[in-house]
């Protein structure tokens, strides 16, 4: 079973400031998820990647198979931005298997 | 592209009744899962359906829960005789998994928050 292990667990930022949320997995995996959930519940999906890097406005997700780790990076980041952001790993048969999530709170 | 839709969005109940969730999925997709979410915990998976084919389920499945997806588009989710710990978010999502047996992402509706009193 895949292990999956998110860091930190809360983080708060300034405005403008840099942001890295780790995530590390156990097991091989064929691609990992990057998804932002807000309050209310709904999870967007922000990024599935298998390897290397990839950016999209202001968030890069990076991941390496060889270490079993990946980083979401948000750039200037902004109050909007507050969300819990959850890795995910394939757990077999499709099926995801999640880290507990990182809560950024992003201030003015 | 109208997104997963989850109904109810709440639902607050007393310990002892019967609820049942509904999830439509994004038209195309054949594939689609429940799954479910407590206080600070990310998501934990349920079950998953292939179609109308109900392919695996998770031992978090007791028997008080049953899953359907009658036609392969909707489905909907059964709790009987609820407990105290059936009070979280569950989550439905959605995919296509391609004849080459590729597979996209799992789209996610907004879930919804049972409460138990």
């Known amino acids: 079973k895949n292990e999956v292990e998110q860091s930190p667990q809360n983080l708060t930022a300034q405005e403008g400031e840099f942001i890295t949320i780790n995530c590390s997995y156990s097991?091989?995996?064929?691609?990992l998820h990057w998804l932002q959930q807000h309050p209310g519940g709904g999870i967007v999906s922000l990024f599935m990647?298998?390897?290397g890097k990839k950016k999209h406005g202001r968030l890069i997700a990076t991941i390496n198979i060889q270490e079993k780790h990946s980083s979401l990076h948000i750039t200037a980041s902004h109050p909007r931005d507050s969300a819990v952001y959850i890795c995910?790993?394939?757990?077999?048969?499709?099926?995801?298997?999640f880290g507990k999530g990182t809560k950024l709170t992003v201030n003015p | 592209d109208t997104g997963v839709s989850q109904d109810p969005r709440h639902k607050i109940t007393k310990r002892g009744q019967n609820v049942t969730f509904r999830c439509d999925p994004i038209?195309?997709?054949?594939?689609l899962y429940w799954y479910r979410q407590t206080l600070g915990q990310g998501p934990e998976f349920l079950t998953y359906?292939?179609?109308?084919?109900?392919?695996?389920k998770s031992r978090l499945l007791s028997d008080r829960f049953s899953a359907e997806r009658p036609k392969g588009s909707f489905s909907t989710l059964e709790i009987q005789r609820t407990e105290q710990g059936d009070s979280a978010m569950y989550l439905c999502?959605?995919?296509?998994?391609?004849?080459?047996?590729?597979?996209?992402?799992?789209?996610f509706g907004d879930g919804t928050r049972l409460s138990i009193l």
């Open positions: 990647l298998s390897s």
């Open positions: 359906f292939q179609n109308e084919a109900q392919l695996e």
């Open positions: 999502a959605s995919s296509y998994l391609s004849g080459t047996g590729v597979s996209q992402p799992q789209h």
């Open positions: 038209s195309e997709h054949n594939r």
């Open positions: 995910a790993v394939p757990g077999g048969s499709e099926k995801l298997v």
């Open positions: 097991v091989g995996i064929s691609a």
